[in-house]
């Protein structure tokens, strides 16, 4: 704007002008003066609202970080008062997840078997990236690591439920429900207030466990102790080549 200025009054003194044309010519010079000063005042409240927003995320991040130290001290805390362990013996391990994975290892059942089995405890990590946080003793965190890696693909269905269905799925003191993750290699897990029931596992026996629960609510149906499924059958599995 400043050079555009310069060149207007350069050419102004090398010209011969009339009295109303350089009237003219200084009136488009003030207006452009003024409009390249109201540029800079502009351009300046725009800096200063970015270096406040940027001030502001700085400070967030500060906070969130100190919130996130205060529960690592407390999840390593809880998880060595479990384990007998004091927090300098204890491992992370964070371990990046697919999204089905993410469901199977936020169940109840893998939860406990992790604890159970490998005596880790395991939490989800928060934020844009997908992962597991594997805490305990270094060499159970890694047996962990290697039993979540080598399970394959994950497939989940969700399939609705009435109150009727979920008692009969879970059976007496859980036993329908034990049966069928111990037949079909799958996780049924039953989220709390959505009457949704979320099918965990490798893919194909995905599939085979709807098959067996809607078997299981047809034969109820048949003997009247139960209203018909809230899901049609699953596909039939083509035959082989």
């Not at 003030?30 to 700085?58: F, G, I, P, T, Y």
């Not at 990236?129 to 890696?149: D, H, P, Y």
Request: charged share 25%.
């Amino acid at each position: 704007m400043e050079k555009l200025l310069q060149h207007k009054a350069e050419m102004m003194e090398r010209s011969s002008l009339s009295i109303k044309e350089e009237k003219a010519q200084l009136a488009e010079m003030k207006k452009m003066k003024e409009d390249n000063k109201k540029l800079q005042e502009w351009e300046a409240e725009m800096d200063n609202n970015r270096n406040e927003r940027s001030s502001h995320a700085e400070k967030l991040r500060l906070v969130y970080d100190q919130i996130d130290s205060q529960r690592n001290v407390q999840w390593h805390a809880e998880v060595g008062e479990k384990l007998g362990m004091s927090q300098e013996e204890l491992t992370d391990l964070r371990l990046p997840i697919s999204e089905g994975m993410a469901e199977l290892l936020g169940s109840p059942v893998w939860k406990k078997k992790l604890q159970t089995e490998h005596q880790v405890w395991s939490k989800m990590e928060r934020g844009g990236s997908r992962a597991v946080r594997l805490t305990g003793s270094q060499e159970a965190v890694e047996a962990a690591a290697k039993v979540i890696q080598a399970y394959g693909p994950v497939e989940v269905r969700h399939l609705p439920l009435d109150e009727e269905q979920q008692g009969l799925l879970i059976g007496k003191r859980g036993s329908t429900i034990s049966q069928l993750q111990d037949s079909t290699s799958c996780t049924l897990d039953i989220k709390k207030g959505t009457n949704m029931l979320h099918i965990i596992g490798p893919k194909g026996q995905v599939e085979q466990a709807a098959g067996m629960i809607h078997q299981l609510f047809e034969t109820q149906v048949l003997m009247g102790h139960t209203s018909p499924p809230l899901y049609p059958s699953p596909p039939a599995s083509p035959p082989p080549p």
